[in-house]
């Protein structure tokens, strides 16, 4: 039969390795998320076209500035429209400064959150940056004129 003394002595221990092991594993996790975000892959730029000129402009054979059915100009519109409505300006204050043709290395499009999850997967897409009042702002996206357009002011995107 055991002793009162000898149940609470293994408790003891149990608890103490569970407490150190809840310790060494927070740990671990913490450096795991740091680690991950360190080692996000750049966007591999595919072409750097013009920058995106009037709603009628053809794009230069071979330039890679405009696909068929235009979603780069109707993206670089809608950016325009986000920062306009952004920076509280009109959009002849807003000047587009480069559009580059990119292959994101997973679903974030170059902009992850700290929480979210995003499948793992070369993304094409788009980095449109624009100029308003002495600042510049950068617009990630995929390829489809009416998907996902994050503003991502990273470091490297000025």
């Not at 890679?64 to 204050?93: F, H, K, P, T, Y």
Request: aromatic share 6%; charged share 20%; net charge negative.
């Amino acid at each position: 039969m055991f002793t009162s003394a000898k149940v609470k002595g293994i408790t003891g221990t149990a608890s103490t390795v569970a407490i150190a092991l809840l310790i060494v594993t927070l740990f671990l996790s913490a450096c795991a998320v740091e680690d991950f975000m360190a080692l996000t892959a750049e966007p591999k730029v595919i072409s750097t076209p013009e920058p995106a000129g009037e709603a009628g402009d053809e794009a230069s054979e071979g330039g890679g500035q405009l696909d068929e059915n235009g979603a780069l100009q109707r993206l670089v519109a809608r950016a325009i429209a986000d920062l306009a409505q952004a920076a509280s300006a009109n959009d002849d204050q807003i000047a587009v400064v480069s559009t580059e043709q990119v292959e994101w290395s997973d679903t974030s499009l170059g902009c992850p959150e700290a929480d979210g999850m995003y499948a793992q997967v070369i993304t094409p897409g788009y980095r449109i940056v624009l100029e308003s009042g002495g600042r510049t702002y950068a617009y990630h996206s995929g390829t489809d004129a009416e998907g996902p357009l994050v503003q991502c002011n990273r470091q490297d995107d000025r």
